[in-house]
Structures are given as C-alpha cells and as structure tokens.
C-alpha cells in the first residue's frame, strides 16, 4: 500500500512535536507512547498508519473497536492467504487497542479479548465487572483511572479528592492491573489552566506512586490530545491520545465524542 504525503508528514510532524516536547521535560520521545485516535479516520489511513509504524490505536466506542479491530484482522488474514507477505511484513505487529471512552458495564465482555488497556475507568463497580469478566477468560487487564482534573460535574472522571482511595481498590483486585492516570482538561482551556490541570494529575500520580498503588506496573500518564498534546508531554505525560493532528478534522456529520 503506498503511503500518503498527507499522513506521512503529519505523524513526522507529531512525532517531532512529541520528541521536542520530551527534551524540554529531560526526557527521550521513546518515553511518550503515541496512541493514534482512530476515531474519524478511514479505514485505509488506519491501515496506513499501522504501516508507519503506530501500532497503538484508541477509540472511544466499544462498537467501533470491536469493528475496527476485525477489520484490521480480516484485511491482514486476506493478505496472507493471498500472499501477499510483503503487504503482511509491513505492519510491525498485531494494533494494541486502547479503549480511550466512556465504558458501559454491558459491553465489558466483547471489548476485553480485543483491548490492550483500558484507559477510563472512574468508578469501582465499572472496574469490578472488568475483573471478574476478565477472570473468565483467564487474562489481566491493564487499566488506567480517569481523574475529572477540571472538576466539571458533567464530565466523566473520578473526582481529585476520591481518586486515591479508588485507586487503591482497583489495586486489590485480580484480574485488573492499574497502570496510571488518564485525564482530559476542559474543552477551550488556556494554557495556565491546561497546565494546572495537568500538574495535579501528575501529583496525585506521584502520589499514589509513593504509596506504592499498582506496584511497579503504575507507570502511565495518559495526558494529551491533538491540542494539548505537547503541553501534556512538558506536564509529565507518557501518552498521548492524538486524532486530528494525524488524520484531520472530524467530519461535520459525525457524532461528537470526547477525544480527539
């Protein structure tokens, strides 16, 4: 499949943003996990990007992952009975999905075979229901807890007061790994708040790290979207969740969703 100027130089261009963004942190880019938001993008850009090199993905519906994901995986099985091993080679490895939205207890059990981690759990019967579904199909499940940094009542996300005492519920369990933070500021932010909003996610972070929440696996702080992204980086962020800054504006038809 021959790559697209359009998205080759846009993910050049994230990546340089990420790597400059890192260094003023005193970090290297390979410290910041870039998680393509594949939310808007067609299929061939998602199979595009997967050949550049991004093997992990987000989406923020359960039904689009599952999709997605079977796409991916029926495209690849087509090539390779067609042998087409060259096409096949080209993908460096299997997508890790990440599940960035809002997760219903009754699509838990569809999402979990496919998901690499789930990036937006916020309240302890949502991660309950992960883990004993997780326990049936015998894995541990990698999970990040949403924190409403921002304090708006609408928003998903547990409170900054609550978040610690959450987090150490979900470390108790068996079939749940908590791996860090997640986070998404208010919409329209100015950079001061933005920054404030990132900061006290990094402190309740470093928080629950010192009290040692999630063992040596806690590592994560999902941080960052296509307008903040570089922000979040010099905030402490690990991941970023970008969508547009890769694959452009979302079309005018399309659902309006919290991640871009």
């Given amino acids: 499949m021959a790559k697209t100027p359009k998205l080759t130089d846009a ?12 260094a003023r942190s005193k970090r290297a880019a390979g ?27 987000g989406e923020s519906r359960v039904q689009q992952l599952v999709q997605r994901a079977s796409q991916i995986s029926e495209g690849m099985q087509r090539r390779r009975l067609g042998g087409d ?6 993908v460096s490895s299997t ?7 809002r997760l219903q207890r009754n699509k838990i059990k569809p999402l979990l075979p496919l998901v690499h981690a789930v990036h937006s759990i916020d309240t302890l019967r949502v991660a309950e229901e992960i883990d004993a579904a997780a326990a049936k199909i015998g894995r541990t499940v990698p999970v990040l807890l949403q924190v409403n940094a921002s304090e708006e009542p609408q928003k998903a996300g547990v409170g900054v007061a609550a978040a610690l005492h959450l987090g150490e519920q979900i470390a108790t369990m068996t079939n ?4 860090g933070l997640m986070t998404m500021p208010a919409e329209g932010s100015d950079e001061k708040t933005l920054r404030q909003n990132f900061t006290r996610v990094r402190e309740i ?13 806690f590592r994560h702080l999902s941080m960052g979207m296509s307008g903040d992204y570089e922000i979040a980086i010099e905030e402490g962020s690990t991941m970023v969740r970008v969508g547009s800054a890769l694959f452009g504006e979302k079309p005018d038809t399309a ?3 919290d991640e871009d």
Avoid: C, N, S
């Fill in 11 to 22: 993910l050049a261009d994230v990546r340089a943003r990420i790597a400059a963004a890192a």
């Fill in 85 to 90: 091993a060259t096409a096949v080679a080209a």
């Fill in 205 to 217: 972070f470093e928080e629950m790290r010192w009290h040692k929440i999630g063992g040596a696996g």
């Fill in 176 to 179: 749940v790994q908590i791996v």
């Fill in 31 to 57: 410290d910041v996990t870039l998680v393509a938001v594949t939310k808007y993008a067609p299929p061939e850009a998602v199979r595009e990007i997967l050949q550049l090199g991004v093997v992990d993905l």
């Fill in 255 to 257: 659902d309006d969703g």
């Fill in 95 to 101: 997508p890790r999905w990440h599940m960035i939205g």
